[in-house]
């Protein structure tokens, strides 16, 4: 074991972070995702939200600032945005990372998951919950 690692992040998480690069993309999955027969690897994360993850993750993971946007959200194609919505928006505020979201059309949402590096398939039960995230660089201070 390893101190101040959270709980929700396993091994197989941590590992596939480090081994990510500038511009490669995660995926957040809600538990109706079909994260199986999407084509990247897929990380189980069974038992977990999203908000309690993106929260855990965001402590380690650095966003994209050297693009337009960094964060991608799947559209529900209603006026009304999914309630989780805003609590996504409240974890990156207080992650302190600089960020940008971009809403994609759930059909646009699949095909840019097909080339990302992973996905992390959760049991959120909330819908349109599905999140990519772009990393970023570490910066040197």
Do not use: Q
């Not at 559209?75 to 960020?99: H, V």
Request: glycine share 6%; net charge negative; aromatic share 10%.
């Amino acid at each position: 074991m390893l101190k101040n690692i959270p709980k929700v992040i396993s091994p197989l998480l941590i590992k596939t972070m480090m081994e990510m690069g500038h511009g490669d993309e995660i995926v957040l999955a809600d538990g109706n995702y079909p994260a199986e027969s999407a084509g990247p690897m897929v990380i189980r994360a069974d038992g977990l939200g999203v908000p309690e993850l993106l929260e855990a993750i965001l402590k380690f993971f650095p966003l994209d600032t050297f693009v337009d946007y960094n964060v991608f959200l799947m559209d529900n194609g209603k006026a009304e945005k999914p309630p989780i919505w805003s609590t996504y928006k409240e974890i990156l505020e207080k992650s302190g990372e600089k960020y940008s979201i971009k809403e994609l059309e759930r059909f646009e949402f699949y095909e840019r998951a097909k080339n990302a590096y992973c996905i992390i398939a959760t049991s959120e039960t909330a819908l349109y919950a599905n999140i990519i995230l772009k990393k970023g660089v570490v910066i040197s201070k």
